[in-house]
């Protein structure tokens, strides 16, 4: 008698790294724009999605208690029809935030100019910087001999 085996098919998503009790900080976003913006509520959710993606890809796990601030600073979308029909000419999409978590500010940004790319491709850029820019903090404090 054989054994049956599951094969994964290519299509079937890579199953996530399980983590071992690391932990990133769940972000919490806030709206500041240096220039007037307007707020788009679809912003955050894709920023944070992208964050917990990232980390997740990396073993970590985002804390449920543990926050770090995030202030969006520099937000524009360019409206979508006229980013398909125009491209670069119709200007850019651009993103950018301000990062704080243990007394460190740390800054990630992201534009496009393409007509293919929208706002969602930027969001998730900018989540994916943010996650980079967190876990350097995470990792330096790991590697801190600990106070007797």
């Known amino acids: 008698m054989q054994a049956q ?3 994964q098919d290519a299509a079937s998503p890579v199953p996530p790294k399980p983590h071992s009790g690391l932990q990133v900080p769940k972000l919490a976003i806030r709206w500041d724009c ?3 913006c307007t707020v788009n509520e679809k912003v955050a959710p894709l ?3 992208g964050y917990a ?3 997740m890809k990396q073993g970590y796990a985002v804390s449920d208690s ?3 601030e995030m202030v969006i600073t520099d937000y524009h979308q ?3 029809g006229a980013r398909v029909m125009l491209g670069f000419l119709a200007g850019r999409d651009r993103l950018g935030v301000r990062i704080v978590y ?3 500010e740390r800054k990630a940004e992201d534009y496009y100019a393409n007509s ?3 706002m969602n491709s930027l969001c998730e850029s900018v989540a994916q910087k943010s996650y980079s820019e967190i876990i350097t903090i995470v990792k330096a404090e790991q590697a801190k001999p600990a106070a007797n």
């Open 34 to 36: 240096k220039e007037e």
């Open 5 to 7: 085996v599951q094969v």
């Open 53 to 55: 993606d990232a980390a």
């Open 78 to 80: 360019r409206p979508p």
């Open 47 to 49: 920023i944070e999605k």
């Open 66 to 68: 543990e926050t770090a």
């Open 116 to 118: 293919w790319l929208g």
């Open 102 to 104: 243990h007394a460190q």
